[in-house]
Protein backbone atom coordinates (compact mmCIF):
# COMPACT_ATOMS: atom_id res chain seq x y z
CA UNK A 1 0.00 0.00 0.00
CA UNK A 2 1.20 3.49 -1.13
CA UNK A 3 2.61 5.50 2.35
CA UNK A 4 1.30 8.62 0.91
CA UNK A 5 -2.23 9.79 -0.52
CA UNK A 6 -2.34 10.24 -4.59
CA UNK A 7 -5.12 13.12 -4.92
CA UNK A 8 -7.14 12.72 -7.78
CA UNK A 9 -5.34 15.87 -9.49
CA UNK A 10 -2.56 18.35 -9.01
CA UNK A 11 -2.33 21.44 -11.32
CA UNK A 12 0.94 21.35 -12.61
CA UNK A 13 2.12 24.94 -11.59
CA UNK A 14 6.10 25.73 -11.82
CA UNK A 15 8.60 28.57 -11.63
CA UNK A 16 7.82 29.69 -14.54
CA UNK A 17 4.24 30.05 -14.11
CA UNK A 18 4.93 32.04 -10.14
CA UNK A 19 7.45 34.00 -12.11
CA UNK A 20 5.17 35.03 -14.69
CA UNK A 21 2.23 36.43 -12.53
CA UNK A 22 4.79 38.19 -9.80
CA UNK A 23 5.93 40.25 -13.06
CA UNK A 24 1.85 41.15 -13.23
CA UNK A 25 1.82 42.05 -10.17
CA UNK A 26 4.44 44.36 -10.09
CA UNK A 27 3.45 45.75 -13.65
CA UNK A 28 1.13 48.20 -12.49
CA UNK A 29 -1.43 46.53 -14.47
CA UNK A 30 -3.64 43.76 -12.86
CA UNK A 31 -6.79 43.14 -15.05
CA UNK A 32 -7.63 42.61 -18.55
CA UNK A 33 -4.43 44.22 -20.31
CA UNK A 34 -1.44 43.10 -22.46
CA UNK A 35 -1.19 39.47 -21.38
CA UNK A 36 -4.70 38.68 -22.12
CA UNK A 37 -4.37 39.87 -25.62
CA UNK A 38 -1.04 38.24 -25.71
CA UNK A 39 -2.80 35.24 -24.61
CA UNK A 40 -5.68 35.22 -26.83
CA UNK A 41 -3.67 35.59 -29.82
CA UNK A 42 -1.34 32.37 -28.72
CA UNK A 43 -4.78 30.50 -27.97
CA UNK A 44 -5.98 31.30 -31.09
CA UNK A 45 -3.27 30.15 -33.14
CA UNK A 46 -2.74 27.17 -31.45
CA UNK A 47 -6.44 26.06 -32.12
CA UNK A 48 -6.28 27.42 -35.21
CA UNK A 49 -9.22 29.94 -35.25
CA UNK A 50 -8.63 33.81 -35.96
CA UNK A 51 -11.08 34.71 -32.94
CA UNK A 52 -9.93 33.68 -29.21
CA UNK A 53 -12.02 35.87 -26.64
CA UNK A 54 -10.51 34.70 -22.79
CA UNK A 55 -12.96 35.10 -20.14
CA UNK A 56 -12.92 34.05 -16.53
CA UNK A 57 -14.93 30.77 -17.25
CA UNK A 58 -15.65 27.90 -19.56
CA UNK A 59 -19.17 29.05 -18.06
CA UNK A 60 -19.36 32.58 -18.51
CA UNK A 61 -17.88 31.41 -22.07
CA UNK A 62 -20.95 29.16 -23.03
CA UNK A 63 -23.18 31.68 -21.88
CA UNK A 64 -21.60 34.85 -24.02
CA UNK A 65 -21.92 31.32 -26.74
CA UNK A 66 -25.50 31.62 -26.53
CA UNK A 67 -25.84 35.05 -26.78
CA UNK A 68 -24.04 35.46 -29.68
CA UNK A 69 -26.18 32.88 -31.52
CA UNK A 70 -29.09 35.17 -30.38
CA UNK A 71 -30.60 32.54 -27.98
CA UNK A 72 -34.23 33.30 -26.82
CA UNK A 73 -36.80 32.66 -24.98
CA UNK A 74 -38.65 29.18 -25.19
CA UNK A 75 -35.87 28.14 -28.06
CA UNK A 76 -34.51 24.63 -27.50
CA UNK A 77 -30.65 23.33 -26.79
CA UNK A 78 -29.57 19.65 -27.37
CA UNK A 79 -27.17 19.09 -24.46
CA UNK A 80 -26.00 15.62 -23.52
CA UNK A 81 -27.41 14.57 -19.82
CA UNK A 82 -23.68 13.04 -19.34
CA UNK A 83 -22.73 16.55 -18.61
CA UNK A 84 -21.33 18.80 -15.74
CA UNK A 85 -23.96 21.51 -14.56
CA UNK A 86 -22.44 24.14 -16.30
CA UNK A 87 -23.78 22.84 -19.88
CA UNK A 88 -27.54 23.10 -19.06
CA UNK A 89 -27.93 25.99 -16.66
CA UNK A 90 -26.41 28.27 -19.14
CA UNK A 91 -29.45 27.60 -22.13
CA UNK A 92 -31.93 28.41 -18.85
CA UNK A 93 -30.59 31.75 -18.31
CA UNK A 94 -32.50 32.60 -21.46
CA UNK A 95 -35.38 31.15 -20.45
CA UNK A 96 -34.63 28.63 -23.28
CA UNK A 97 -35.11 24.84 -22.64
CA UNK A 98 -31.84 22.38 -22.48
CA UNK A 99 -33.50 18.94 -24.20
CA UNK A 100 -31.14 16.15 -22.73
CA UNK A 101 -30.19 13.53 -25.22
CA UNK A 102 -28.38 9.97 -24.20
CA UNK A 103 -25.24 9.11 -24.85
CA UNK A 104 -22.93 6.65 -26.73
CA UNK A 105 -22.25 3.51 -25.07
CA UNK A 106 -19.19 3.38 -25.31
CA UNK A 107 -17.12 7.06 -25.69
CA UNK A 108 -20.18 8.39 -23.20
CA UNK A 109 -20.25 11.33 -25.58
CA UNK A 110 -23.59 13.13 -27.02
CA UNK A 111 -25.55 9.93 -29.39
CA UNK A 112 -25.64 11.74 -32.89
CA UNK A 113 -29.14 9.70 -33.64
CA UNK A 114 -30.51 10.88 -30.63
CA UNK A 115 -30.15 14.53 -31.43
CA UNK A 116 -31.29 13.90 -34.61
CA UNK A 117 -34.36 12.24 -32.87
CA UNK A 118 -34.69 15.13 -30.20
CA UNK A 119 -35.05 18.00 -33.42
CA UNK A 120 -38.22 20.32 -33.08
CA UNK A 121 -39.03 23.67 -34.82
CA UNK A 122 -38.10 25.27 -32.01
CA UNK A 123 -34.21 24.04 -31.58
CA UNK A 124 -32.04 26.04 -32.52
CA UNK A 125 -28.71 25.04 -31.23
CA UNK A 126 -26.62 21.75 -29.78
CA UNK A 127 -23.93 21.79 -27.64
CA UNK A 128 -22.00 18.53 -27.69
CA UNK A 129 -19.42 17.88 -24.65
CA UNK A 130 -16.22 15.72 -25.80
CA UNK A 131 -16.02 14.18 -22.94
CA UNK A 132 -13.58 13.20 -20.69
CA UNK A 133 -10.99 14.36 -23.84
CA UNK A 134 -12.46 12.26 -26.43
CA UNK A 135 -13.94 14.24 -29.54
CA UNK A 136 -18.05 13.90 -30.25
CA UNK A 137 -18.62 11.96 -33.82
CA UNK A 138 -18.51 15.68 -35.03
CA UNK A 139 -18.97 14.27 -38.53
CA UNK A 140 -22.21 13.12 -37.76
CA UNK A 141 -23.18 15.83 -35.58
CA UNK A 142 -21.89 18.85 -38.02
CA UNK A 143 -24.17 17.37 -40.45
CA UNK A 144 -27.36 17.40 -38.56
CA UNK A 145 -26.48 20.62 -37.68
CA UNK A 146 -26.19 21.98 -41.15
CA UNK A 147 -29.37 19.81 -42.49
CA UNK A 148 -31.55 21.42 -39.46
CA UNK A 149 -29.79 24.61 -39.69
CA UNK A 150 -28.85 24.78 -35.87
CA UNK A 151 -25.97 26.29 -34.30
CA UNK A 152 -23.25 23.94 -33.19
CA UNK A 153 -21.44 25.12 -29.86
CA UNK A 154 -18.97 23.24 -28.73
CA UNK A 155 -18.46 22.76 -25.19
CA UNK A 156 -14.62 21.69 -25.22
CA UNK A 157 -14.25 22.08 -21.51
CA UNK A 158 -12.39 18.62 -21.33
CA UNK A 159 -10.75 18.20 -24.63
CA UNK A 160 -7.82 20.87 -25.40
CA UNK A 161 -5.67 19.57 -27.07
CA UNK A 162 -7.82 16.77 -28.59
CA UNK A 163 -8.20 15.63 -32.09
CA UNK A 164 -10.48 14.37 -34.41
CA UNK A 165 -10.07 13.43 -38.08
CA UNK A 166 -6.46 15.39 -38.02
CA UNK A 167 -8.46 18.35 -36.95
CA UNK A 168 -8.42 20.43 -33.39
CA UNK A 169 -11.32 20.03 -31.58
CA UNK A 170 -12.80 23.60 -31.23
CA UNK A 171 -12.72 24.22 -34.82
CA UNK A 172 -15.88 22.63 -35.76
CA UNK A 173 -18.62 24.30 -34.31
CA UNK A 174 -19.63 27.86 -35.04
CA UNK A 175 -18.27 28.55 -31.52
CA UNK A 176 -16.15 26.43 -29.24
CA UNK A 177 -15.38 27.13 -25.41
CA UNK A 178 -12.56 25.71 -23.43
CA UNK A 179 -12.04 25.89 -19.41
CA UNK A 180 -8.86 26.58 -17.82
CA UNK A 181 -10.59 25.60 -13.90
CA UNK A 182 -7.85 24.53 -11.53
CA UNK A 183 -8.84 20.50 -12.56
CA UNK A 184 -7.97 20.97 -15.87
CA UNK A 185 -5.18 19.88 -18.81
CA UNK A 186 -4.53 24.14 -19.17
CA UNK A 187 -5.25 25.64 -16.21
CA UNK A 188 -5.47 29.37 -14.57
CA UNK A 189 -7.14 28.98 -11.32
CA UNK A 190 -10.35 30.26 -12.83
CA UNK A 191 -10.46 30.67 -16.77
CA UNK A 192 -12.34 30.11 -20.33
CA UNK A 193 -11.83 31.23 -23.76
CA UNK A 194 -14.44 31.42 -26.62
CA UNK A 195 -13.07 30.62 -29.98
CA UNK A 196 -14.96 31.25 -33.11
CA UNK A 197 -14.06 31.71 -36.89
CA UNK A 198 -17.28 34.36 -36.99
CA UNK A 199 -16.25 38.29 -36.85
CA UNK A 200 -19.04 39.46 -35.43
CA UNK A 201 -19.81 36.75 -33.42
CA UNK A 202 -15.99 37.50 -31.92
CA UNK A 203 -17.16 41.18 -31.86
CA UNK A 204 -20.35 40.11 -29.67
CA UNK A 205 -18.58 37.99 -27.21
CA UNK A 206 -15.64 40.25 -26.78
CA UNK A 207 -18.37 43.43 -26.05
CA UNK A 208 -20.72 40.88 -23.75
CA UNK A 209 -17.69 40.19 -21.73
CA UNK A 210 -17.14 43.69 -20.92
CA UNK A 211 -20.56 45.07 -19.48
CA UNK A 212 -21.71 45.28 -23.46
CA UNK A 213 -19.15 48.20 -23.61
CA UNK A 214 -17.81 48.44 -26.99
CA UNK A 215 -14.44 49.43 -25.99
CA UNK A 216 -12.07 47.74 -23.38
CA UNK A 217 -10.27 49.38 -20.44
CA UNK A 218 -7.50 48.79 -21.35
CA UNK A 219 -7.40 50.71 -24.55
CA UNK A 220 -9.88 53.32 -22.65
CA UNK A 221 -6.98 53.74 -20.00
CA UNK A 222 -3.97 53.26 -22.37
CA UNK A 223 -2.26 56.43 -23.50
CA UNK A 224 -3.17 55.54 -27.27
CA UNK A 225 -7.04 54.96 -26.10
CA UNK A 226 -9.52 57.16 -25.05
CA UNK A 227 -11.93 58.19 -22.23
CA UNK A 228 -15.23 57.62 -24.49
CA UNK A 229 -17.42 54.42 -24.16
CA UNK A 230 -20.87 53.42 -25.14
CA UNK A 231 -22.80 50.58 -24.13
CA UNK A 232 -24.56 48.90 -26.67
CA UNK A 233 -26.42 46.26 -24.44
CA UNK A 234 -26.33 45.37 -20.96
CA UNK A 235 -23.70 42.81 -20.70
CA UNK A 236 -21.66 41.11 -18.08
CA UNK A 237 -18.36 40.63 -16.03
CA UNK A 238 -16.79 37.93 -17.57
CA UNK A 239 -12.96 39.33 -18.40
CA UNK A 240 -9.74 37.40 -17.61
CA UNK A 241 -7.52 38.83 -15.52
CA UNK A 242 -4.16 39.63 -16.49
CA UNK A 243 -2.77 37.30 -13.38
CA UNK A 244 -4.84 34.72 -15.17
CA UNK A 245 -3.55 35.09 -18.30
CA UNK A 246 0.28 35.22 -17.40
CA UNK A 247 -0.44 31.57 -16.13
CA UNK A 248 -2.60 30.49 -19.38
CA UNK A 249 0.66 31.77 -21.42
CA UNK A 250 2.98 29.36 -19.73
CA UNK A 251 0.58 26.52 -19.90
CA UNK A 252 0.11 26.70 -23.44
CA UNK A 253 3.76 26.68 -24.02
CA UNK A 254 3.67 23.95 -21.64
CA UNK A 255 0.21 22.17 -23.42
CA UNK A 256 2.00 19.28 -25.87
CA UNK A 257 4.15 19.01 -22.88
CA UNK A 258 1.27 18.37 -20.21
CA UNK A 259 -0.42 15.95 -22.58
CA UNK A 260 2.00 13.34 -23.80
CA UNK A 261 2.76 13.14 -19.93
CA UNK A 262 -1.01 12.41 -19.43
CA UNK A 263 -1.38 10.34 -22.52
CA UNK A 264 1.71 8.07 -20.74
CA UNK A 265 -0.40 7.49 -17.99
CA UNK A 266 -3.37 6.53 -19.87
CA UNK A 267 -1.42 3.93 -22.03
CA UNK A 268 -0.11 2.37 -18.26
CA UNK A 269 -3.82 2.44 -17.74
CA UNK A 270 -5.21 0.84 -20.40
CA UNK A 271 -2.41 -1.95 -20.76
CA UNK A 272 -2.73 -3.14 -17.28
CA UNK A 273 -6.64 -2.45 -16.87
CA UNK A 274 -8.01 -4.01 -20.15
CA UNK A 275 -6.85 -7.46 -19.40
CA UNK A 276 -9.56 -7.64 -16.37
CA UNK A 277 -12.24 -8.70 -17.08
CA UNK A 278 -14.55 -6.52 -14.17
CA UNK A 279 -13.60 -3.27 -15.70
CA UNK A 280 -14.50 -1.99 -19.12
CA UNK A 281 -11.14 0.71 -20.01
CA UNK A 282 -11.94 3.97 -21.98
CA UNK A 283 -11.88 3.43 -25.78
CA UNK A 284 -10.24 5.69 -28.36
CA UNK A 285 -11.76 5.39 -31.99
CA UNK A 286 -9.01 5.26 -34.68
CA UNK A 287 -10.21 9.07 -35.97
CA UNK A 288 -9.20 10.75 -32.21
CA UNK A 289 -6.70 11.85 -30.71
CA UNK A 290 -7.50 11.67 -26.86
CA UNK A 291 -6.88 15.07 -24.75
CA UNK A 292 -6.83 12.48 -21.21
CA UNK A 293 -8.59 15.40 -19.00
CA UNK A 294 -10.19 12.43 -17.21
CA UNK A 295 -9.86 8.47 -17.41
CA UNK A 296 -13.21 6.95 -16.80
CA UNK A 297 -13.22 3.39 -15.93
CA UNK A 298 -15.97 1.33 -15.74
CA UNK A 299 -16.62 -1.21 -13.35
CA UNK A 300 -18.28 -4.64 -14.27
CA UNK A 301 -20.06 -4.72 -11.12
CA UNK A 302 -22.51 -8.24 -12.32
CA UNK A 303 -19.02 -9.19 -11.40
CA UNK A 304 -18.17 -7.47 -8.01
CA UNK A 305 -19.55 -8.25 -4.17
CA UNK A 306 -18.98 -4.47 -4.03
CA UNK A 307 -20.87 -1.24 -5.27
CA UNK A 308 -18.99 1.29 -7.17
CA UNK A 309 -19.11 3.58 -3.78
CA UNK A 310 -17.32 0.50 -1.43
CA UNK A 311 -14.79 0.74 -4.18
CA UNK A 312 -13.98 4.03 -4.14
CA UNK A 313 -13.78 3.96 -0.15
CA UNK A 314 -11.59 0.85 -0.48
CA UNK A 315 -9.33 2.83 -3.55
CA UNK A 316 -9.74 6.44 -0.41
CA UNK A 317 -8.30 3.92 2.13
CA UNK A 318 -5.46 2.62 0.22
CA UNK A 319 -4.62 6.49 -0.44
CA UNK A 320 -5.74 6.70 -3.88
CA UNK A 321 -7.83 9.70 -4.37
CA UNK A 322 -10.60 9.56 -7.05
CA UNK A 323 -14.17 10.99 -8.89
CA UNK A 324 -16.99 10.21 -10.47
CA UNK A 325 -17.69 12.14 -13.91
CA UNK A 326 -20.80 12.59 -14.03
CA UNK A 327 -24.02 12.37 -11.95
CA UNK A 328 -26.17 12.84 -15.34
CA UNK A 329 -28.39 15.64 -15.14
CA UNK A 330 -31.75 14.22 -15.43
CA UNK A 331 -30.99 12.59 -12.45
CA UNK A 332 -30.17 15.70 -10.22
CA UNK A 333 -33.46 16.84 -8.35
CA UNK A 334 -33.85 20.52 -10.77
CA UNK A 335 -34.02 18.80 -13.77
CA UNK A 336 -35.94 15.70 -12.61
CA UNK A 337 -38.53 17.45 -11.30
CA UNK A 338 -38.85 20.15 -14.08
CA UNK A 339 -38.73 18.13 -17.18
CA UNK A 340 -40.30 14.73 -15.50
CA UNK A 341 -37.48 13.13 -16.64
CA UNK A 342 -37.27 9.69 -15.58
CA UNK A 343 -34.15 7.48 -14.38
CA UNK A 344 -34.51 5.33 -17.69
CA UNK A 345 -34.90 7.84 -20.02
CA UNK A 346 -31.06 7.71 -20.49
CA UNK A 347 -30.10 3.95 -20.42
CA UNK A 348 -26.83 4.32 -21.37
CA UNK A 349 -26.22 7.57 -19.16
CA UNK A 350 -27.49 5.40 -16.47
CA UNK A 351 -25.71 2.08 -16.88
CA UNK A 352 -22.52 4.23 -17.11
CA UNK A 353 -23.16 6.78 -14.19
CA UNK A 354 -23.92 3.72 -11.74
CA UNK A 355 -20.34 2.05 -12.69
CA UNK A 356 -17.94 5.37 -13.13
CA UNK A 357 -14.45 5.76 -11.51
CA UNK A 358 -12.00 8.92 -12.60
CA UNK A 359 -8.70 7.55 -11.89
CA UNK A 360 -6.29 9.99 -10.95
CA UNK A 361 -4.60 11.25 -14.62
CA UNK A 362 -2.07 14.20 -14.68
CA UNK A 363 1.38 15.34 -15.87
CA UNK A 364 2.78 15.71 -11.99
CA UNK A 365 2.00 12.03 -12.12
CA UNK A 366 5.12 9.43 -12.35
CA UNK A 367 4.64 6.11 -13.63
CA UNK A 368 5.07 4.20 -10.42
CA UNK A 369 2.14 6.55 -9.17
CA UNK A 370 -0.16 5.15 -12.54
CA UNK A 371 1.40 1.36 -11.07
CA UNK A 372 0.42 2.20 -7.84
CA UNK A 373 -3.10 2.98 -8.77
CA UNK A 374 -3.37 0.00 -10.99
CA UNK A 375 -1.79 -1.99 -8.03
CA UNK A 376 -4.66 -1.30 -5.83
CA UNK A 377 -7.74 -1.87 -8.75
CA UNK A 378 -6.49 -4.82 -9.02
CA UNK A 379 -5.87 -5.80 -5.25
CA UNK A 380 -9.30 -4.71 -4.59
CA UNK A 381 -10.97 -6.86 -7.89
CA UNK A 382 -8.87 -9.82 -6.69
CA UNK A 383 -10.70 -9.24 -3.25
CA UNK A 384 -14.25 -8.71 -4.25
CA UNK A 385 -14.79 -11.13 -6.91
CA UNK A 386 -18.72 -12.12 -6.92
C1 LIG B 1 -18.24 19.66 -19.58
C2 LIG B 1 -18.04 20.93 -18.81
N1 LIG B 1 -18.49 22.08 -19.34
C3 LIG B 1 -18.31 23.25 -18.71
C4 LIG B 1 -17.67 23.33 -17.49
C5 LIG B 1 -17.54 24.65 -16.80
O1 LIG B 1 -16.23 25.07 -16.70
P1 LIG B 1 -15.81 26.27 -15.72
O2 LIG B 1 -15.63 25.68 -14.36
O3 LIG B 1 -14.53 26.79 -16.31
O4 LIG B 1 -16.90 27.28 -15.76
C6 LIG B 1 -17.18 22.15 -16.91
C7 LIG B 1 -16.47 22.22 -15.62
O5 LIG B 1 -16.00 21.30 -15.05
C8 LIG B 1 -17.37 20.93 -17.59
O6 LIG B 1 -16.93 19.76 -17.06
Known sequence: MRSEFLPFHIPSIGDEEVAEVIKVLRSGWLTTGPRVHDFED???HYIGRPHAIAVNSCT???HLALDAIGLSENDEVLIPTMTFAATAEVVLYFKARPVLIDCESDTLNIDPAGVEKAITPRTRAVIPVHYAGHACDMARIAEIARIHRLKL???AAHALPAVYKRQMVGTFGDLACFSF???KTLCTGEGGMVVTANPEYADNVRMMSLHGITKDAWKRYSAEGSWYYEISR???????TDIAAAIGLVQLSKCDRMWRARRRIAEIYNEALR???QVLAPITRGDVEHAWHLYPLRLDLQRL??????????MREQNIGTSVHFIPLHLHPFYREKYQYQRQDFPNAVAAYESLVSLPIYPAMTEGDAMDVVAVVRDIIRRNLR
Open 275 to 277: ELD
Open 153 to 155: IED
Open 60 to 62: AAL
Open 305 to 314: RISRAEFIMM
Open 42 to 44: AFA
Open 181 to 183: YAT
Open 234 to 240: PGFKYNM
